[in-house]
């Protein structure tokens, strides 16, 4: 099993050398796995419970106060599946996981899909607010009740870029996986690109991507299927060059991808001031 992870395409954080050992450990223990889609969930679990990613725990937080946690997973075989709008949920991923095994649906969200998860095993009703993230959130004078206040609000304030994705493969079989709390300070409800099919995640028989940014140009472009297409021209190293190139040119965004072939091979590549990965591999 090859694995590679990523902790999002962002700004520096406080404690580079610890999100790096978080990163290289939750890498290592998903390539003793049994098959790619449970290795890209086992190597982004840990990082949807630590706060120092967003996703999951400590993630950003809307414009009600809230944190709503979303993921999409596929294989080369185009098993997909998605869910968002997660309230109380940190596992996103593997919420995803249960709408591609379990039902005939790509995506599932709002209290319907947290009652799935409940229904299906996955912890419900944590907590995912910190007290760095409520400060945060009391820090920037939230909106009053009220569409128009918090239209207003959001406008001035939405913004952030980081996700947490992870790609893996057997040397057959394939598969990626995305998981995020969005961007700060978003209209309560809104749906990034994570959980869209092509833009935050995708995969196929050539290879699989995850992408990481700002979601609403990240999903306009499509950003991951076009990393995955760019495999018929170029290894994955020039594939991840150059989707973030042809991103940045079209939209004038900021994202980061990571790529895995079939051979284990990675390419990743971003236009943020850091993207941290990480690869484990087991024989």
């Known amino acids: ?9 962002g700004s520096p954080s406080e404690a580079p050398a ?12 998903a390539s003793s796995a049994d098959t790619p889609l449970d ?24 414009s009600d106060g809230v944190v709503r946690t979303e993921a999409g997973v596929m294989t080369d075989d185009g098993v997909t599946g998605a869910a968002a709008g997660l309230t109380g949920v940190a596992r996103a991923a593997d ?27 996955i912890e419900t009703g944590v907590e995912l607010l910190t007290d ?35 790609v893996a493969t057997d040397g ?44 609403e140009a990240i999903a306009r472009f499509g950003l991951a299927r076009r990393a995955v297409e760019l495999l018929d021209t170029f290894g994955p190293r020039n594939a991840a060059d150059t989707a973030i190139a042809e991103f940045e040119a079209e939209t004038g965004g900021r994202a980061g991808v990571l790529v895995l072939d079939h051979e284990g091979r990675v390419g990743s590549e971003r236009n943020t001031a850091v993207m941290q990965t990480a690869r484990g591999s087991a024989d």
Request: charged share 25%; hydrophobic share 45%; glycine share 14%.
């Open 132 to 166: 760095g993230t409520r400060r945060r959130y009391a820090e920037a004078d939230p909106p009053d009740h009220g569409t128009d206040a918090h239209l207003d609000w959001v406008r001035d304030r939405f913004g952030g870029t980081d996700t947490v994705g992870a």
């Open 18 to 29: 610890d999100r790096q050992r978080t990163l290289a450990d939750a890498a290592a223990t």
């Open 39 to 62: 290795a890209v969930r086992a190597a982004v679990r840990p990082l949807e419970r630590d706060p120092a990613f967003n996703a999951g725990v400590g993630g950003a937080v809307q």
């Open 172 to 215: 057959e079989r394939l598969a990626a996986a995305t998981s995020t709390a969005g961007r700060w300070f978003a209209l309560a409800g809104r749906v990034g690109d994570v959980p869209q099919r092509g833009a935050g995640f995708f995969a196929d028989d050539r290879g699989g991507a995850s992408a990481t940014g700002e979601g």
């Open 1 to 9: 099993m090859h694995v590679a992870v990523h902790g999002g395409a």
């Open 95 to 121: 919420v995803a996981a249960v709408v591609a095994r379990e039902t005939p649906h790509l995506l599932v969200a709002g209290d319907p899909a947290v009652e799935l998860a409940a229904a299906s095993g």
